[in-house]
């Protein structure tokens, strides 16, 4: 059973920034592709940066609208995903969950809620970021 569990979370002001971090408990790590969702209230869970976990550097992916303002990285030796998150916007207030998708699953394709919730089999608890004018 692998378990994951989010920090960093909190309230900021437009352009600041913030760090998630991802604390994933159990093996395997290694060769899965994880994620960073978040759900504003109303809306849809979406996917906003994924990396396969590996032993080097992942490669990472990003939703149009973070590219260029936040950084998904990992530390395997720590089996610590983290979420750098920059010139924050209103429009990042949500609840931030990280996510593990089964073996073997893509990490270049972002996923409906429905679709993301049926592939990442394991689930945080969310971590909130609130971003005020």
């Known amino acids: 059973q692998v378990q994951l569990v989010e920090s960093g979370g909190g309230s900021v002001q437009v352009g600041g920034s913030l760090m998630l971090s991802c604390k994933v408990s159990?093996?395997?790590?290694?060769?899965?592709?994880m994620g960073w969702f978040r759900q504003a209230p109303g809306k849809e869970r979406e996917g906003v940066a994924h990396i396969y976990s590996s032993s080097g550097p992942g490669s990472a992916y990003y939703v149009d609208s973070v590219k260029g303002r936040f950084a998904i990285s990992q530390d395997n030796a720590k089996s610590t995903l983290y979420l750098q998150m920059n010139s924050l916007k209103l429009e990042d207030t949500a609840m931030y969950y990280c996510?593990?998708?089964?073996?073997?699953?893509?990490?270049?394709?972002?996923?409906?809620?429905?679709?993301?919730?049926?592939?990442?089999?394991?689930w945080g608890q969310g971590t909130q970021v609130t971003v005020t004018d």
């Open positions: 159990a093996s395997p790590y290694s060769g899965r592709c």
């Open positions: 996510a593990a998708r089964r073996s073997g699953g893509y990490c270049n394709v972002f996923l409906t809620q429905t679709a993301a919730l049926r592939e990442f089999e394991y």
